[in-house]
């Protein structure tokens, strides 16, 4: 017979604005489902967005998850990591994987991009004529290369099951930012490898992502997790809650006096209704 391993899964957050329900409801998914398979929860501060990043949320966010009344292991910071991306981004660009990129918003735009899964798809302006390597340039991921060195790929999501490998809803994605060392989806599966995460889980809001990660996992001889993207909290009027929509940060119910544990009980049986 064979046992499954405990899973590690992780709650991941940016300290660029405050947690509210959506992420409490991830935290909670990603706790209880490492904790009902005899596993391990962990937290990574995912503070590499520069001048958004306030430090001081990362207290926060430690208080709030302490007050939905959830335990967990706190693994280094992304700011603490940031010659892991270079190296790997290093790899990438001696391949030939990646290729400089200094559009901007509006000149891709102006190339008449079509839009994709995660915005407009890149037209490819700067991968037909290179750009003066002098100017600051993001890197971007050379999609053709990178399935004609991986072949087809498949990842297994715990909820809509396997998944093939489809990047043409992305197109080629930043993988280094102008300002950073890497990008989300660069630092993201990288770090997720390092600690040892075997299910990742986050909202459905990040699904087409987990196209990008399996392909970088493959490029990059990372291991390969399962996933599990869980549906997202919607408000009465059926959209996504976001804070930018008024949805109240934790810290302010918990400063109201509100019980943390309660919520959380709440926000289960809420996420049991989604039926995910
Ligand atoms: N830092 C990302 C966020 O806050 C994490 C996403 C993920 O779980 O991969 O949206």
Redesign the pocket.
């Known amino acids: 017979m064979v046992v499954p391993a405990p899973p590690v899964t992780?709650?991941?957050?940016?300290p660029n604005g405050r947690l509210h329900l959506g992420?409490a409801l991830?935290a909670i998914v990603a706790h209880d489902l490492a904790k009902a398979g005899g596993g391990r929860f962990l937290l990574r501060i995912?503070d590499i967005d520069g001048p958004r990043s306030r430090p001081e949320l990362a207290e926060e966010f430690r208080r709030d998850l302490a007050w939905l009344g959830l335990d967990w292991e706190e693994v280094p910071a992304q700011s603490t990591r940031l010659a892991s991306y270079a190296a790997a981004a290093e790899s990438l660009r001696a391949r030939g994987l990646i290729y400089p990129c200094t559009c901007s918003r509006t000149q891709i735009e102006a190339a008449g991009a079509r839009p994709g899964l995660e915005g407009l798809i890149y037209p490819g302006t700067c991968k037909r004529t290179p750009p003066d390597p002098v100017l600051p340039a993001s890197w971007r991921l050379d999609v053709a290369k990178a399935v004609a060195e991986t072949g087809p790929l498949s990842w297994d999501d715990a909820l809509a099951g396997p998944q093939a490998v489809d990047l043409t809803g992305l197109g080629d994605v930043v993988l280094v930012r102008k300002d950073l060392p890497a990008s989300?989806h660069l630092a993201?599966t990288l770090d997720?490898a390092a600690d040892g995460v075997t299910l990742?889980?986050?909202?459905a809001d990040?699904f087409a992502?987990s196209h990008i990660h399996r392909t970088l996992q493959a490029l990059l001889g990372l291991p390969v997790p399962r996933w599990h993207h869980h549906a997202l909290l919607t408000d009465d009027t059926g959209q996504k809650l976001a804070k930018r929509r008024g949805s109240p940060a934790l810290a302010e119910r918990r400063a109201a006096g509100e019980d943390g544990r309660m919520l959380a009980e709440q926000l289960r049986l809420q996420h049991l209704r989604l039926g995910t």
């Not at 990742?200 to 909202?203: A, S």
């Open positions: 992780r709650f991941a957050p940016s992420h991830s995912e989300y993201v997720d990742v889980t986050r909202g990040l992502a």
